[in-house]
């Protein structure tokens, strides 16, 4: 610092031990002094992290970070369950894994000016337990020329919904997820739920729809002879 004579800053480049000359100035005149700098690689990286870890597949991990107690660390590689990354510069693991996989040994490396130091983390990636989802669905009776109706079907798991079909379109079709009726007779109406990385497909259940004629009255014109 020109003003102060503080050095700082960061050194980029290995460099012998060297004298370097610093002058001082004021208007008494001129003094100069040396100091002898050197700049050496840093020390080797040395990181761990928390092991032995189990993941869920389909389930995001809690980030996981390094632990370092070398040099300062560079760089970082790694190759790790399908799902899951290293990040090159901060370490952290973070990620989904989506591949069951038994116990095993991933060895993450830690590179800077001063070498490399590695670490091995233990993973196991178990299987998603999907959770079960159960419909409950009640008989359906109806009369012809009834307007479009709800199926009314409902299930333990309200966040996917639940669909339906007829197998016989010519008393019944599914329209918008409504039951229209197309004429008098009997038809099988199933209700479906798909699952998810959550939930489990839900056993469909069918109910009978019994669609009843309609009444007829006829009514004679009374008449006088």
């Given at each position: 610092d020109s003003q102060t004579g503080i050095?700082?800053?960061?050194?980029?480049?290995?460099?012998?031990?060297?004298v370097y000359t610093i002058t001082g100035y004021n208007q008494g005149g001129v003094f100069a002094?040396?100091?002898?700098?050197?700049?050496?690689?840093?020390?080797?990286?040395?990181?761990?992290y928390p092991t032995p870890q189990i993941y869920t597949t389909n389930t995001a991990i809690a980030p996981l970070s390094p632990v370092s107690t070398g040099g300062l660390v560079t760089h970082y590689t790694g190759t790790l369950p399908t799902g899951l990354t290293v990040d090159n510069i901060t370490g952290i693991i973070s990620g989904t894994p989506?591949?069951?996989s038994p116990a095993t040994n991933y060895t993450i490396t830690a590179t800077n000016d001063g070498g490399t130091g590695t670490f091995v983390l233990n993973i196991t990636?178990?299987?998603?337990?999907?959770?079960?989802?159960?419909?409950?669905?009640?008989p359906l009776v109806k009369t012809y020329g009834d307007a479009d109706f709800a199926p009314?079907?409902?299930s333990t798991n309200s966040t996917i919904p639940v669909t339906y079909?007829?197998?016989?379109?010519?008393?019944?079709?599914?329209?918008?997820?409504?039951?229209h009726i197309n004429g008098a007779g009997k038809?099988?109406?199933?209700?479906?739920?798909a699952g998810n990385s959550t939930y489990s497909?839900?056993?469909?259940?069918?109910?009978?729809?019994?669609?009843?004629?309609?009444?007829?009255?006829?009514?004679?014109?009374?008449?006088?002879?």
């Open positions: 050095i700082s800053g960061t050194p980029i480049a290995l460099s012998p031990p060297t002094t040396t100091v002898t700098i050197s700049v050496i690689p840093p020390a080797p990286p040395v990181i761990t989506t591949v069951v990636v178990i299987p998603q337990v999907l959770q079960p989802q159960t419909i409950t669905f009640g009314g079907a409902s079909t007829s197998d016989n379109i010519s008393v019944a079709t599914i329209v918008n997820g409504q039951i038809a099988n109406i199933t209700a479906s739920q497909e839900a056993t469909p259940v069918t109910q009978l729809l019994t669609v009843k004629p309609a009444p007829l009255t006829i009514t004679a014109d009374d008449k006088n002879k």
